[in-house]
């Protein structure tokens, strides 16, 4: 079974630039969540798609970040303009949506490094 | 709010020793899920183990094994035996049932096992 694909690996941008991360995930997974990952601390989520539909942006910093999930399958991320602190791994994961008082993982991509000079 | 801690920055230890990772967590909800994630050099995050708040039974998986303990907020993970494959970064996690399935992760812990 292929896992969650993420393209691409690595990104290098100056600031005020814009970027776009794709993600593809396990097929068959309805939920599908973008994760931050800043240099040395957890991932924290950005945004989760329940098919195409969001169900959390509360961490999304809405000015210069945007995801969409058009067709329930991959998504795509987008920063625009980037500024310094964006500069971290953003983490594509996906998950069969749980039952009730059961939760499934989450499997990750590889993810993208982004640098923001 | 969620939180989890791991303490243990970095920890070093030669092969075949025993390493104990340790996983303190925070939560008001009485229904939640915990889970391991190790991170290689690569960055693929990858699962290793789920446990809910109902179930306190500790857990061995080869090598691997975990003790839960309600009463201290403790999710430990042991490694026997560790080997080079084992050098990672370690994330515990948090999920409420009666929530949106966020994984809330604590800033993990690097391993590095010396030859």
């Known amino acids: 079974e292929a896992g969650v694909a993420q393209s691409p690996r690595y990104k290098i941008i100056e600031k005020r630039q814009s970027v776009a991360f794709w993600c593809n995930p396990i097929s068959g997974h309805a939920t599908l969540y973008w994760y931050q990952q800043i240099l040395g601390q957890g991932p924290k989520l950005l945004i989760q798609f329940q098919n195409n539909g969001v169900v959390d942006d509360s961490q999304l910093p809405k000015d210069r970040f945007s995801a969409e999930r058009l067709k329930g399958v991959d998504s795509t991320l987008k920063i625009q303009p980037a500024k310094l602190e964006d500069s971290a791994v953003y983490l594509c994961?996906?998950?069969?949506?749980?039952?009730?008082?059961?939760?499934?993982?989450?499997?990750f991509g590889p993810g993208t490094r982004l640098t923001v000079t | 709010a969620q939180k989890v801690t791991q303490a243990q920055t970095e920890i070093s230890v030669v092969e075949k020793e025993d390493v104990t990772l340790d996983c303190v967590y925070e939560?008001?909800?009485?229904?939640?899920?915990l889970f391991w994630y190790k991170q290689p050099p690569s960055g693929e995050l990858v699962f290793l183990i789920r446990r809910n708040s109902f179930d306190e039974q500790n857990e061995i998986s080869g090598r691997y094994s975990w003790n839960f303990q309600k009463s201290t907020s403790s999710f430990n993970f042991t490694i026997t035996a560790s080997q080079v494959v084992d050098s990672a970064v370690y994330f515990c996690a948090l999920t409420l049932v009666f929530g949106n399935e966020k994984l809330t992760f604590g800033t993990g812990t690097r391993l590095t096992i010396i030859p």
């Open positions: 939560t008001r909800d009485t229904t939640y899920y």
């Open positions: 994961a996906s998950s069969i949506p749980r039952p009730t008082l059961f939760t499934y993982e989450q499997y």
